[in-house]
């Protein structure tokens, strides 16, 4: 069977999914090939999965055909895809929990595969953000607007929460899901409800989808002393051609040391994070990627002799949300004396997926299996999973407010706020315990009824479109909550939008 890899997924799911908290981190799928066979399922998942036919045969045949036989709704030929789609990617959560422990390996059915097809590409239709899932809240957040897009016209925010979309809750929402709805065709309407974390508002944004080109290089300028500059956001196909590009523009503005900027990037093509270590390594090993079904056999990337090379002092700045492929570029550098690594710890994914096309359509791949096979590591033998990589400059939030007086400001404000917020809410919660407004309003209906008298029906009460309950939002709640309380919140799926994998996983570029 051809096997398709995509050697890293972009680590946002623009979806693009940018660090979906341990749930998507964009990973490094590494190359690997095989022999020719007829296309479509492998042997061990098809004999799981089923091809829908016969029943007495495997498992999922069998619930099929009990299910199309006896439950009391029709399923069309279009569901029953569905379900058989839902069967895979339950059979790759169970992978979640120990002793596996993986959160990376995935299902990739044919609109999440044409969303990360499209992403690692580097343009699709949406509105222009990157999407992670929030750490305390179970709605999607953005990690990123691009500049140029609606998002960024309509005044989208990093960590913005995504609350709905288009009047439908997001609460527990898998990523891929989300993005799905966000996206659409160029010129389409689409209506979102944030809530921004920062005041506490709950804002409703109406947007216009349009073609997104999506750029892994974000930022690129001189700051002052002969500093370079270059913010890269993921690592996409064309991301080492484009830094590059960008190494010659600020070497011809006379730029005597350099910042590379990997704070908040999950990751993405782990052939693109070479690419950008070739431009300061002269050769040498860059990452080692160890694959268990190769007895442990490794595949080994190397810098180009041959390729021109930056020589001047580097600094990569980092922090938690970098991950995967930021996390062998980082490394890379450190390992061979390049750079100086500054910033706080980063987020600890070290392993990386092959992706293997499950079904096609004529000659495009329809459906894909993303699997973690291996392991990869630095020229220092560096185990990155689980633990990251540790600055050489330590430096977080805490001595950003140690050396700006006006962010201590600030955060001693926020501190008031909140410790008046929290007072508020207590004092409401108890009002509501004690008063149970429901309970004294029942009782004067039965006090009414038991005179004798008529009590006409009620009608229901809607908030008002440009109306939010503070009590709903302090309460962690939207107004649809109401009509999702008895569903099965769903597992995250692998973080990415097909923009990158932000396999957050995290993110997902929309």
């Not at 091809?51 to 036989?69: C, Q, T």
């Not at 939030?397 to 700006?404: I, K, R, T």
């Amino acid at each position: 069977m051809k096997r398709f890899n995509i050697a890293g997924f972009i680590g946002l799911l623009a979806i693009m999914v940018g660090l979906l908290a341990a749930a998507y981190i964009a990973g490094a799928a590494s190359a690997s090939t095989g022999s020719d066979s007829p296309r479509g399922l492998p042997g061990l998942l098809q004999s799981f999965v089923g091809s829908g036919g016969n029943s007495g045969g495997n498992l999922v045949d069998r619930a099929m055909e009990r299910l199309k036989d006896e439950y009391f709704m029709e399923i069309s030929p279009e569901e029953e895809t569905k379900l058989r789609y839902a069967a895979v990617q339950g059979m790759l959560n169970a992978l979640r929990a120990e002793p596996y422990k993986d959160d990376y390996s995935n299902f990739f059915d044919p609109d999440f595969y044409k969303e990360l097809s499209a992403q690692t590409e580097g343009h699709y239709a949406g509105i222009g953000v990157l999407m992670g899932v929030d750490q305390q809240y179970p709605y999607p957040r953005v990690e990123q607007v691009f500049e140029g897009s609606p998002a960024a016209a309509k005044g989208l925010e990093k960590d913005d929460i995504i609350v709905s979309v288009d009047g439908e809750d997001t609460r527990n929402m898998i990523l891929p899901e989300v993005a799905s709805k966000i996206k659409g065709e160029p010129g389409t309407p689409v209506k979102l409800e944030l809530i921004r974390p920062a005041s506490g508002e709950l804002l409703k944004i109406d947007l216009v989808r349009s073609e997104v080109t999506y750029k892994s290089i974000q930022d690129v300028h001189m700051l002052e002393g002969g500093v370079g500059y270059i913010k890269l956001t993921t690592f996409a196909e064309k991301t080492a051609d484009d830094f590059r590009d960008a190494m010659e523009d600020l070497s011809a503005k006379g730029m005597k040391s350099l910042i590379i900027d990997l704070r908040d990037n999950s990751g993405g093509l782990l052939e693109a994070a070479v690419g950008v270590a070739d431009c300061f390594i002269d050769e040498g090993m860059i990452v080692e990627v160890a694959i268990r079904s190769k007895n442990h056999q490794t595949e080994k990337l190397f810098a180009n002799p041959n390729s021109k090379k930056y020589k001047l002092p580097v600094v990569v700045m980092v922090n938690a949300g970098s991950a995967s492929s930021s996390e062998v570029l980082t490394s890379a550098l450190r390992d061979y004396g390049v750079a100086r690594v500054f910033g706080d710890r980063t987020f600890g994914k070290g392993v990386v997926q092959a992706v293997t096309p499950m079904e096609w359509e004529g000659p495009n791949i329809k459906s894909a299996l993303s699997v973690t096979i291996g392991k990869y590591y630095t020229k220092s033998k560096t185990e990155i999973h689980g633990s990251g990589l540790e600055p050489d400059l330590w430096y977080n939030f805490q001595n950003e407010l140690g050396d700006d007086p006006r962010l201590q400001a600030y955060d001693n404000r926020l501190k008031e706020l909140q410790k008046q917020m929290n007072d508020v809410r207590g004092e409401a919660a108890k009002y509501i315990r004690d008063k149970d407004v429901s309970l004294s309003k029942a009782t004067a209906i039965a006090e009414k009824l038991g005179r004798g008298d008529v009590v006409a029906n009620m009608p229901e009460v809607k908030p008002k479109e440009d109306d939010s309950s503070p009590f709903d939002l302090l309460a962690g709640r939207s107004r649809h909550d109401e009509e999702k309380e008895e569903e099965t919140p769903q597992p995250p799926a692998e973080g990415v939008d097909p923009a990158g994998e932000s396999d957050k996983a995290p993110a997902g570029g929309q």
